[in-house]
């Protein structure tokens, strides 16, 4: 479903100085499969991310999406492919603060044509335990109540491809399992594929395919890379 082949990207620096942060010769992820992508801070997961997003765009390189070539694709056939095919859970969440838990996950489903469906979001809030606080706000919801909302937003659009940047970061640890579990299973009765990423080891255990990002990244193998 998704290849990368021959992944690079690299950063200007103030100097004017190139900072290469992505060598990915080659990664894949097939239908409906979980994986988890362990990492230490600043070897360019956030990066790796963005760049299968379409978020950023890669300075070389193939990503595959069904057969088709992302990079090919103008600025609005990215979107297009975001609101089709992608789903992101972001680790600082990024709900918009005046809209409700519901108006957020709603917000998810905008870019779909005939998408929009109150209903859904409503099934996806209830699904995280948020159907009691729907009206809620972000500023009136509790950090792990707003990544429960973030991750019912990332799965408004049915995507193909749900991608988990540390959705734990900031979390406390009393409800870190819950939100693991909460994606894992949606991922699987819905039928989407996943790619977390993360720096916990023992979040990685519970993952079948378990990937490091400094064995995939030739940048990182060398000198670190950045986040």
């Given at each position: 479903?998704?290849?990368?082949?021959?992944?690079r990207?690299?950063?200007?620096?103030?100097?004017?100085a190139?900072?290469?942060?992505?060598?990915?010769?080659?990664?894949?992820?097939?239908?409906?499969?979980?994986?988890?992508?362990?990492?230490?801070?600043g070897?360019?997961?956030?990066t790796?991310?963005?760049?299968?997003?379409?978020?950023?765009?890669?300075?070389?390189?193939?990503?595959?999406?069904?057969?088709?070539?992302?990079?090919?694709?103008?600025?609005?056939?990215?979107?297009?492919?975001?609101?089709?095919?992608?789903?992101?859970?972001?680790?600082?969440?990024?709900?918009?603060?005046?809209?409700?838990?519901?108006?957020n996950?709603?917000?998810g489903?905008?870019?779909v044509?005939g998408?929009?469906?109150?209903?859904?979001?409503?099934r996806?809030?209830?699904?995280v335990?948020?159907?009691?606080?729907?009206?809620?706000?972000?500023?009136?919801?509790?950090?792990g109540?707003?990544?429960?909302?973030?991750?019912a937003?990332a799965?408004?659009?049915?995507?193909?491809?749900?991608?988990?940047d540390?959705p734990?970061?900031n979390?406390?640890?009393?409800n870190?399992?819950?939100?693991?579990?909460?994606?894992?299973?949606?991922?699987?009765?819905?039928?989407?594929?996943?790619?977390?990423?993360?720096?916990?080891?023992?979040?990685?255990?519970?993952?079948?395919?378990?990937?490091?990002?400094?064995?995939?990244?030739?940048?990182?193998?060398?000198?670190?890379?950045a986040?």
């Amino acid at each position: 479903m998704l290849l990368l082949e021959g992944i690079r990207k690299s950063y200007r620096e103030p100097n004017g100085a190139r900072l290469p942060v992505l060598d990915v010769p080659r990664f894949a992820i097939g239908e409906c499969e979980q994986v988890v992508l362990l990492g230490r801070s600043g070897c360019g997961k956030t990066t790796l991310l963005h760049v299968i997003a379409g978020i950023t765009r890669a300075d070389a390189g193939k990503i595959k999406f069904d057969g088709r070539d992302v990079g090919r694709f103008s600025e609005a056939g990215l979107d297009r492919y975001r609101a089709a095919k992608i789903g992101y859970v972001f680790q600082t969440f990024n709900l918009l603060p005046a809209f409700n838990a519901l108006e957020n996950v709603l917000l998810g489903m905008t870019f779909v044509r005939g998408l929009k469906d109150p209903e859904r979001a409503r099934r996806l809030l209830d699904r995280v335990g948020l159907a009691h606080r729907w009206h809620h706000k972000p500023s009136a919801m509790s950090v792990g109540e707003q990544q429960r909302v973030a991750v019912a937003r990332a799965l408004a659009n049915r995507p193909r491809l749900l991608l988990a940047d540390e959705p734990t970061a900031n979390v406390d640890p009393a409800n870190q399992q819950n939100i693991i579990d909460l994606i894992r299973a949606t991922c699987d009765e819905d039928r989407i594929a996943l790619l977390m990423v993360t720096h916990s080891n023992e979040v990685a255990e519970q993952f079948s395919r378990r990937e490091r990002l400094d064995e995939i990244n030739q940048i990182a193998q060398a000198h670190g890379g950045a986040a």
